[in-house]
T-cell receptor, first 117, second 111 residues
Framework: DTEVTQTPKHLVMGMTNKKSLKCEQH?????MYWYKQKAKKPPELMFVYSYEKLSINESVPSRFSPECPNSSLLNLHLHALQPEDSALYLC????????????????FGPGTRLTVT | GENVEQHPSTLSVQEGDSAVIKCTYSDSASNYFPWYKQELGKRPQLIID?????GEKKDQRIAVTLNKTAKHFSLHITETQPEDSAVYFCAEGGATNKLIFGTGTLLAVQP
């Protein structure tokens, strides 16, 4: 399996809802990432997990809560979001330390299109 | 600070022509430079990458060149086809898992 999968594809939630985004990979990668992407902008890093431990948090508001239950799964728990949080949320994975450069090739999932109403 | 400049922001070429996109980075410690292609509504896809110990890498119609002294790298697409139309992002990576992305180039290949 050479793919990163994400569910759901689309999500509409109110500002008081609690929802979760899920990401899965079976490539044996030990680094997993959450990115946020607004229209016509580059992906913006949110979190990095390395060997199932949070290694980078890019000062993301606490209404976004990541979780890495095991080496294949990555979740992003959402609570009390704001309309400006509407975006495409991308998950990615890479081999840890491949070549010692940027964690090696990062492979992206198809994303979850989130709309906060 | 962390910054990758990417130019041009939009590029229109005729089918069969070449396209060149350039990126400039600031972190001397960066040693990994990937390029991603993102079609409308789809995921970014890695199309080619280069590491700092190499000056050029080619894969069929796509090539990437790196000038570490000047801190810039470029994507070259030859014999462009309509299916090359997409947004292209450069990125830089260093000792951590973090990639810094450029601002993107919208490439339109006119048939």
């Amino acid at each position: 399996d050479t793919e990163v999968t994400q569910t759901p594809k689309h999500l509409v939630m109110g500002m008081t809802n609690k929802k979760s985004l899920k990401c899965e990979q079976h490539m044996g990668h030990r680094a997993m990432y959450w990115y946020k992407q607004k229209a016509k902008k580059p992906p913006e890093l949110m979190f990095v997990y390395s060997y199932e431990k949070l290694s980078i948090n890019e000062s993301v508001p606490s209404r976004f809560s990541p979780e890495c239950p095991n080496s294949s799964l990555l979740n992003l728990h959402l609570h009390a979001l704001q309309p400006e949080d509407s975006a495409l949320y991308l998950c990615a994975s890479s081999q840890e330390g491949a070549g010692g450069a940027g964690g090696g090739e990062q492979y992206f999932g198809p994303g979850t299109r989130l709309t906060v109403t | 600070g962390e910054n990758v400049e990417q130019h041009p922001s939009t590029l229109s070429v005729q089918e069969g022509d070449s396209a060149v996109i350039k990126c400039t980075y600031s972190d001397s410690a960066s040693n990994y430079f990937p390029w991603y292609k993102q079609e409308l509504g789809k995921r970014p896809q890695l199309i080619i990458d280069i590491r700092s110990n190499v000056g050029e890498k080619k894969d069929q119609r796509i090539a990437v060149t790196l000038n570490k002294t000047a801190k810039h790298f470029s994507l070259h697409i030859t014999e462009t086809q309509p299916e090359d139309s997409a947004v292209y992002f450069c990125a830089e990576g260093g000792a951590t898992n973090k990639l810094i992305f450029g601002t993107g180039t919208l490439l339109a290949v006119q048939p």
